[in-house]
């Protein structure tokens, strides 16, 4: 089955951190930019985070840049997003994106997004 989930999320403390993972199964992630997005209630998604298929590029938002690091396993098909120094307007459900380097290879996979919730 091809899918993409995302796991890590959680309830954590203003300035704590977390880990979100977001696994691919099914399709080989390594031919694949991701991309992080999140929606927090009643806000539009926010694209967070974003890297290149091979790991080389990493792009940021402006409101999480020096706080969340995104980073790639490609050889165990995993995108992680590490978020330090939380704060409560982080909160939100947090989605990977699989965008094809090849369109080829059809037009992408979403996850079913993972709850992140900072309060204290």
């Known amino acids: 089955q091809v899918q993409l989930v995302e796991s890590g999320g959680g309830l954590v403390q203003p300035g704590g951190s977390l880990r979100l993972s977001c696994v691919a199964s099914g399709f080989t992630l390594r031919y694949y930019d991701i991309y992080w997005y999140r929606q927090a209630p009643g806000k539009e998604r926010e694209l967070v985070a974003s890297?290149?298929?091979?790991?080389?590029?990493?792009k940021y938002a402006d409101s999480v840049s020096g706080r969340f690091t995104i980073s790639r396993v490609n050889a165990q098909n995993t995108v992680y997003l590490q978020m330090n120094s939380l704060r409560p307007e982080d909160t939100a459900v947090y989605y990977c994106n699989a965008v094809p380097t090849n369109s080829a290879l059809g037009s992408g996979y979403w996850g079913q997004g993972t709850h992140v919730t900072v309060s204290s």
């Open positions: 890297v290149t298929w091979a790991g080389g590029r990493t």
